[in-house]
């Protein structure tokens, strides 16, 4: 049962990365339908985010009043609907309503099953969980792509995504007696026990949220602005360059694949380090004017990418203690979550002004403020130790 449960998660976990990657496939096309500046997909990015950090925030009363499985349900229902709004629209203004919704559902997923396995399985399923994600977010922009060359309809993308959420709102309620069997009660007492935690004066924690805004936005700020680098300064066509994106998010699924097997061998603050400078090599290649060397550096950055975020979510009661993981999981996504809707609009409208072309520039700078802020904590967790 426990292994069904597991499936299940990992299930759930395919639907919030589907939409995640959609957006920056789909933008090129988007935004000459509708004649839209670049910019133009960085507000609708800021409004999901906004959407996932208010959800995540209210995921800890949340989780206590429905439990995860009735949370999670929910929230997928949630997003299912906002794809099929995007499905339907033909304006800026219903995508940019229907992002509401999208980014709520989407928050509430990630925050509550992060933390359910967090509390109740290993580093080994935490990886695998957000490889799941990548699977879903390496399908997303190849549904995308498969749209736009065979339909020339973005609109027919977004409702091949709504209708595998709809199945998947079927799976997950049928299995909401197993979440009744597994860990509600035990994690609602977690949440109960850490109310009077004071987080924020805890040694090394803007480090660590630094860390987690920088992380989340060099990875949204790769998927959302690759596709229109790789058109206007590299002259791929659209739909290739929706299906490099794909790519890239697909290095960030096999390597969060093959991190589970390693994360026995490896430590935490081992694998950030290693992730870290993959994603440097990644970023000089895309600065090369070769397109198949541009394709091996998104690789290279998913790639990267895939080993920091769940060991940055494991690494938290290490860094700063069990009785406290619990809380400063929804903080540290919540700050994950601003830097995914502040730093891609901003580099939206700096690219409009200085040019695309200083694209890896940017994930260069992401880069190395992320990896000052983990080497500060390291050596604040090395000198408690």
């Known amino acids: 049962m426990t292994t069904l449960l597991l499936i299940i998660i990992y299930i759930a976990f395919i639907s919030l990365g589907l939409p995640d990657s959609m957006l920056g496939a789909a933008w090129p096309t988007v935004r000459a339908e509708l004649s839209l500046p670049m ?3 960085g507000l609708i990015s800021m409004i ?22 009735k949370l999670t349900l929910i929230s997928v229902f949630i997003t299912a609907m906002a794809l099929l709004g995007f499905s339907f629209s033909q304006s800026y203004v219903w995508l940019c309503l229907m992002a509401i919704p999208l980014g709520l559902g989407a928050g509430a997923v990630d925050a509550s099953l992060n933390n359910f396995v967090a509390l109740h399985f290993s580093a080994r399923h935490m990886s695998w ?28 993308g977004y409702l091949s995504v709504a209708i595998i959420q709809i199945f998947l709102v079927i799976i997950l ?9 597994f860990g509600e009660g035990r994690e609602e007492s977690v949440i109960e026990e850490n109310k009077s935690q004071y987080v924020f004066q805890l040694p090394g924690i803007r480090s660590a949220l630094l860390g987690f805004f920088c992380y989340c936005a060099l990875e949204a700020t790769t998927g959302l602005w690759g596709a229109s680098y790789l058109v206007q300064a590299k002259g791929v066509s659209s739909d290739v360059a929706a299906g490099w994106i794909s790519v890239y998010y697909l290095g960030i699924t096999i390597g969060r694949l093959v991190n589970g097997f390693i994360t026995a061998k ?7 380090r290693g992730g870290q400078c993959i994603i440097g090599i990644g970023a000089v290649l895309l600065l090369t004017s070769n397109q198949y060397v541009n394709l091996l550096g998104l690789i290279l950055i998913g790639m990267g990418c895939a080993p920091i975020y769940p060991s940055m979510l494991h690494e938290t009661p290490a860094r700063f203690g069990k009785n406290n993981s619990s809380k400063l999981m929804g903080v540290q996504m919540a700050f994950a979550y601003i830097g995914t809707m502040l730093v891609p609009p901003a ?3 700096l690219s409009s002004v200085v040019g695309i072309r200083f694209y890896p520039v940017f994930i260069m700078v992401l880069l190395i403020t992320m990896f000052v802020s983990s080497e500060k904590i390291n050596k604040i967790v090395a000198r408690r130790a």
């Open 39 to 41: 910019a133009g997909a």
């Open 347 to 349: 580099i939206g409208v």
């Open 48 to 69: 999901i985010s906004g959407g996932t950090i208010i959800s995540s925030i209210l995921s800890g009363k949340l989780i206590q009043k429905l439990g995860t499985g």
């Open 129 to 156: 969980l957000h490889c799941f994600w990548g699977i879903g977010a390496t399908a997303g922009p190849a549904i995308m792509s498969v749209a736009i060359s065979y339909n020339g309809s973005w609109q027919k």
């Open 266 to 272: 490896w430590s935490n603050p081992a694998l950030i």
């Open 173 to 181: 309620l049928v299995s909401l007696p197993l979440w009744r069997l």
